[in-house]
C-alpha cells in the first residue's frame, strides 16, 4: 500500500461549528512516478443543521474526483456544474467556485505527465473546464471507478487498489516524456522569468516548447510561468494568513500593483476580496498538503515525488 497520512485542520478559518474536515494522502506506487499529484480522500462532515459549505480552488492542474454523499455544484468560467457524482476538470488558470455538502470524495491530481500518458487529447482543448466525467469523451474512461469509491462497503485499501488498478490499465507510454519532465522541472524551479530562458533550460526551440506546453500542460509558456510565479505567492500567504499580502509576494513581481493585476487575473478577484472570504476547505487542505506533501499545491510539485 501506499504510504498513508491523515490530518485534521488546526488553523487558519474552519468550517461551520460542529463540522469535521479529515484528508488523507496516499502515494501512488512507483510506476506511476512522476504521473500524479496524489491520491487523496476527504471527508466533510457537517451538522444536521449546518448550510453547505463554499470555498474557491485554485488554478490547478487536471484532476478527477469522485463524490459520495452530496454532489458538489461548481463553476470554473462560465462551466457550471451540479449533481454529478464523477466531476473532472483540465488544467486551469482560473478559480473554481464549488459549494459541498457532507461527502466523501476521493481525488486523483495528473500532473502533465499523467495527462501524457492517460490522456488522448491535447490539454489545452480542455483548459478551464468543468465537467461530468462519466459524459465527457475525454474522461469517461475512469468512469468506472465511481461503483468502488463510491460504495460505503468498501475500505479505504479496497478503493485504492483499484485506483491503482484503474491506472495500470489506461497507462501507455508516451515519446516526450523526457522533455515533458525537463519543462516541468524548469517550471517550477522558480529560476526562470521569460519564456527565452525556459526554452534554453529546457534544450529546445521556443516552439517547440510552445507545442510541448499547449499539447501536455494545457496553456501557453508565458501563462504557465506567471500561472507558477502567483502559485507561489498564494501558497506562501495561504500558508502565513494574518500577514500581509506584501510578504507574500513572490520575488519576481516588480511591486504590488502587478501582483495586483496578476491575481485578479487568476482569481477574478482582489487580493483584500480574497482574503475577506473565509475559506473552510482551501486552508485547511492546504496546510494538510504541506504537512503530508512538502507542497501546498499540485502545481508546485515537482515531476518527481519523494517515495
Known amino acids: 500500500m501506499?504510504?498513508?497520512?491523515?490530518?485534521?485542520?488546526?488553523?487558519?478559518?474552519?468550517?461551520?461549528?460542529?463540522?469535521?474536515?479529515?484528508?488523507?494522502?496516499?502515494?501512488?506506487?512507483?510506476?506511476?512516478?512522476?504521473?500524479?499529484?496524489?491520491?487523496?480522500?476527504?471527508?466533510?462532515?457537517?451538522?444536521?443543521?449546518?448550510?453547505?459549505?463554499?470555498?474557491?480552488?485554485?488554478?490547478?492542474?487536471?484532476?478527477?474526483?469522485?463524490?459520495?454523499?452530496?454532489?458538489?455544484?461548481?463553476?470554473?468560467?462560465?462551466h457550471r456544474l451540479s449533481g454529478a457524482?464523477?466531476?473532472?476538470?483540465?488544467?486551469?488558470?482560473?478559480?473554481?467556485?464549488?459549494?459541498?455538502?457532507?461527502?466523501?470524495?476521493?481525488?486523483?491530481?495528473?500532473?502533465?505527465l499523467g495527462w501524457a500518458r492517460f490522456f488522448q487529447a491535447d490539454a489545452c482543448e480542455y483548459a478551464n473546464i468543468l465537467c461530468d466525467g462519466s459524459q465527457h469523451e475525454a474522461f469517461r474512461h475512469f468512469a468506472g471507478l465511481t461503483q468502488t469509491l463510491c460504495d460505503p462497503d468498501a475500505t479505504h485499501d479496497d478503493q485504492y487498489d483499484a485506483l491503482v488498478a484503474a491506472m495500470t490499465k489506461a497507462m501507455r507510454p508516451n515519446r516526450d516524456e523526457p522533455r515533458i519532465a525537463r519543462i516541468h522541472s524548469a517550471l517550477v524551479s522558480a529560476e526562470h522569468t521569460?519564456?527565452?530562458?525556459?526554452?534554453?533550460?529546457?534544450?529546445?526551440?521556443?516552439?517547440?516548447?510552445?507545442?510541448?506546453?499547449?499539447?501536455?500542460?494545457?496553456?501557453?509558456?508565458?501563462v504557465l510561468l506567471r500561472r507558477q510565479r502567483f502559485m507561489r505567492s498564494l501558497a506562501t500567504f495561504m500558508l502565513h494568513q494574518g500577514r500581509p499580502w506584501t510578504e507574500a509576494m513572490d520575488e519576481h513581481y516588480h511591486d504590488q500593483a502587478q501582483f495586483t493585476r496578476e491575481f485578479h487575473a487568476f482569481m477574478t478577484m482582489n487580493p483584500t476580496e480574497f482574503a475577506a472570504l473565509d475559506h473552510p476547505i482551501l486552508a485547511s487542505f492546504m496546510e494538510a498538503r504541506m504537512r503530508a506533501r512538502g507542497s501546498a499545491a499540485q502545481t508546485l510539485d515537482p515531476p518527481s515525488q519523494r517515495p
Open 2 to 78: 501506499g504510504g498513508i497520512a491523515d490530518h485534521h485542520a488546526a488553523s487558519g478559518p474552519a468550517p461551520p461549528s460542529g463540522a469535521r474536515l479529515t484528508t488523507n494522502f496516499r502515494e501512488p506506487p512507483a510506476q506511476f512516478a512522476g504521473c500524479f499529484t496524489t491520491f487523496y480522500h476527504l471527508t466533510l462532515e457537517l451538522p444536521d443543521t449546518a448550510p453547505r459549505v463554499t470555498d474557491f480552488l485554485q488554478p490547478e492542474w487536471a484532476n478527477i474526483r469522485f463524490f459520495c454523499g452530496t454532489p458538489p455544484e461548481g463553476e470554473i468560467a462560465g
Open 85 to 112: 457524482q464523477y466531476v473532472a476538470s483540465g488544467p486551469s488558470t482560473l478559480p473554481c467556485r464549488f459549494t459541498l455538502g457532507p461527502v466523501h470524495m476521493w481525488g486523483v491530481g495528473f500532473l502533465p
Open 194 to 222: 521569460s519564456v527565452h530562458d525556459l526554452a534554453d533550460a529546457c534544450a529546445m526551440s521556443i516552439r517547440t516548447l510552445e507545442r510541448m506546453c499547449m499539447r501536455y500542460f494545457g496553456f501557453a509558456p508565458k
